[in-house]
């Protein structure tokens, strides 16, 4: 495996290790969260899990971004009618779920399937109010920016145009884009990639576009990292980006999760991102070992790596 693919594989596995670390966790205060050094699969006896799966079974996050990886690969390109399909059967018959069983479902998400199983065309079917910006698209689009190789404009287009399905408001958009553009600054090396990823989304956008307005007027991403572990899709990109700044793969994912509340997603977003900067060799075996599902992703990951020939 060369290096980039590492660090590819490292992106994808980092995110559903990520995912199914915090499920146990998930929707706990950050004062009733386990000490650092305990955080695992299976939580400390006593702690009360918050889902009765088994260790190691990542949530609606990894099997949507599965959904989002196998639509791609076999459209070659972002089709929102077959994505819209596959996250309808996701949903209903658990494709790319672990056991094909559904158990944590976003509000918004699953307001917007039963509007696409009603006929609502896929771009039309995403909650678009502004109280409408859960975090549902943001934790699952990094296949597609480990998937692109379009230009970033086209990189850009995509990441909203997938949003849309279940979050159809620009500041989830943004969120996507933004979030697409850091990872893929990472997979090339760059030395300050949340700024460049910054600079470059600017450029990208109008001044007058609802784009813009949502990336200065409520993302603000010059500010300093900040985040409290919740489902708005804002505070979860902040949230991400503080817990990559805590070290290694290890330390990221526990500090995500221990910010507490929508800890899963947290902490599929920062481990997307610190297993893309440090590869999957940089993520701890015990928890790839016991990573459940891999009927699912083990064949979309060597799919996924076969774009990046040695």
């Not at 495996?1 to 205060?29: C, W």
Request: net charge negative; aromatic share 6%.
């Amino acid at each position: 495996m060369t290096q980039r693919q590492d660090r590819i594989a490292g992106g994808l596995i980092g995110l559903l290790v990520g995912d199914a670390l915090g499920v146990p966790y998930e929707f706990h205060s950050a004062e009733a969260i386990p000490a650092e050094s305990l955080i695992e699969y299976e939580p400390p006896a006593g702690f009360m899990r918050s889902h009765t799966v088994m260790p190691g079974t990542y949530s609606d996050d990894g099997a949507q971004a599965l959904c989002l990886l196998a639509s791609l690969l076999d459209r070659g390109r972002l089709d929102p009618d077959d994505f819209a399909k596959r996250l309808v059967d996701w949903l209903t018959r658990g494709y790319c779920a672990v056991d094909n069983r559904v158990f944590d479902v976003g509000i918004q998400t699953r307001r917007a399937i039963r509007a696409l199983q009603a006929g609502t065309p896929p771009l039309e079917a995403g909650p678009s109010e502004e109280q409408a910006n859960g975090n549902g698209s943001l934790m699952r689009v990094l296949p597609l920016a480990l998937w692109h190789l379009g230009t970033d404009s086209e990189l850009v287009e995509d990441a909203c145009l997938q949003s849309r399905i279940t979050h159809g408001h620009a500041r989830s958009e943004a969120c996507c884009a933004l979030y697409c553009l850091w990872a893929r600054r990472i997979l090339e090396g760059s030395a300050d990639p949340w700024s460049n990823a910054v600079t470059t989304f600017r450029s990208l956008i109008d001044d007058d576009s609802a784009l813009r307005r949502e990336l200065d007027g409520a993302i603000r991403p010059d500010d300093p990292p900040a985040g409290t572990g919740s489902g708005y899709v804002v505070d979860c990109l902040h949230s991400a980006r503080l817990a990559v700044q805590a070290g290694d793969f290890e330390q990221v994912v526990r500090s995500a999760i221990r910010l507490g509340d929508d800890t899963d997603t947290t902490a599929a977003v920062a481990g997307g991102i610190v297993g893309l900067r440090d590869g999957l060799k940089s993520i701890p075996d015990r928890w790839v070992q016991k990573l459940r599902g891999g009927d699912w992703y083990e064949p979309l990951l060597q799919g996924l790596l076969a774009r990046y020939p040695a």
